[in-house]
């Protein structure tokens, strides 16, 4: 699982019958910290967050074993809000 | 599996419920010499890992759900064990 912040939302009317009552949000990978990691991502959210906020989220056969119904096409899902995350330093 | 030293913890309140009282271990991935790779994973901790400890990460989901004794699920990143040495020839 990676951290991740969330950039937006993606509407899309027509979609894969096994997306139907999720949301699909705008994610870019972050490290601890929040500084940017690499490209941004589409994910499902299944934890009702909103843009701005924190997250992790888990990537690959995974992601989409996540939802209620396993039997969808998800490679990334958001599966957590953060609270807090502290990283010390190596060889502190 | 990756060789991986814990350097930190994340909290969080809100999460999929296959995480649920489970304990979510920052783990930055490390060379046999102890020097950061740069990999950075949130992972659940199967083995009572604590902080600084030098430890052996999985990052596949069959891998994580026998040691987790559930079915595959949502969880791929697991701590499976604390490394006492390396020795490299």
Sequence with gaps: MNFGRVLGTVVCTLRVPSFRGHRLLL????????????RALVAVDLVSSATG???FFVRGREAANALPDPDNPADA???GIVDAATERPLGS | MFLARVVGEVVATIKHRELAAQKLLLVRG???????????????????AGTSDLVLVVDEGNA???VLRRGRGAVRTVIVGVVDEVSTS
Excluded at chain 2, 30 to 46: K, N
């Design chain 1, 27 to 38: 994610v870019q990978p972050t490290d601890t910290a929040g500084t940017d990691q690499g």
């Design chain 1, 53 to 55: 906020q924190r997250v």
């Design chain 1, 77 to 79: 899902a958001i599966v």
């Design chain 2, 30 to 48: 490390v060379q046999p010499d102890g020097t950061p790779s740069g990999r950075l994973a949130i992972a659940l901790d199967s083995v009572s």
């Design chain 2, 64 to 66: 994580a759900a026998q």
